[in-house]
T-cell receptor
């Protein structure tokens, strides 16, 4: 079993929809949780960073962490075609453990 | 765009050869981590350098080695290349006290034939 599980998709939604991306994990020691966005043939770009449980909002993006369930989510409101990318969850501290990534396409 | 730069952008090598990849960290960042990202997968941690010393290593064989220089730039060296080493190699830097917040460069795409 992988330490971090993420559905690879692909996920395709119409422009303006709310997108929900999720990861589960097995290591209860994880305290830091990140979401990265990766465009094709580029490096990952840090989107959201959360410490421990709770919610964090930044513009159209909301990150949620539920440590009791070992489950994290990223919500994208009013999705745009420019949001089309692969979204990677990551957790840990010194060493980041990544999910496989979910490939998301927003259709105009 | 982050201030992390990597060179070269692309590289083609043959099995058994050796390769050196380079990374310049973002200004003010003294910690550099290297990751390997195979096609369709998430990045996997190779190792981290802090103050020119290896500061943690993932599940990679000793033929993967690295260096960090006094200006915090770093090199990743891979000896005896294997076909499975074909991947995107990513460098990430982080600032003192914020090692978990890592900013990635664009990566070096390595193809081993």
């Amino acid at each position: 079993q992988k330490e971090v599980e993420q559905d690879p998709g692909p996920l395709s939604v119409p422009e303006g929809a709310i997108v929900s991306l999720n990861c589960t994990y097995s290591n209860s020691a994880f305290q830091y949780f990140m979401w990265y966005r990766q465009y094709s043939r580029k490096g990952p770009e840090l989107l959201m960073y959360t410490y421990s449980s709770g919610n964090k909002e930044d513009g159209r993006f909301t990150a949620q962490v539920d440590k009791s369930s070992k489950y994290i989510s990223l919500f994208i409101r009013d999705s745009q075609p420019s949001d089309s990318a692969t979204y990677l969850c990551a957790m840990g501290a010194q060493k980041l453990v990544f999910g496989q990534g979910t490939r998301l396409t927003i259709n105009p | 765009e982050t201030g992390v730069t990597q060179s070269p952008t692309h590289l083609i090598k043959t099995r058994g050869q050796q390769v050196t990849l380079r990374c310049s960290s973002q200004s003010g960042h003294n910690t550099v981590s290297w990751y390997q990202q195979a096609l369709g997968q998430g990045p996997q941690f190779i190792f981290q350098y802090y103050r020119e010393e290896e500061n943690g290593r993932g599940n990679f064989p000793p033929r993967f080695s690295g260096l960090q220089f006094p200006n915090y730039s770093s090199e990743l060296n891979v000896n005896a290349l294997e076909l499975d080493d074909s991947a995107l190699y990513l460098c990430a830097s982080s600032s003192p006290g914020n090692e978990e917040t890592q900013y990635f460069g664009p990566g070096t795409r390595l193809l081993v034939l």
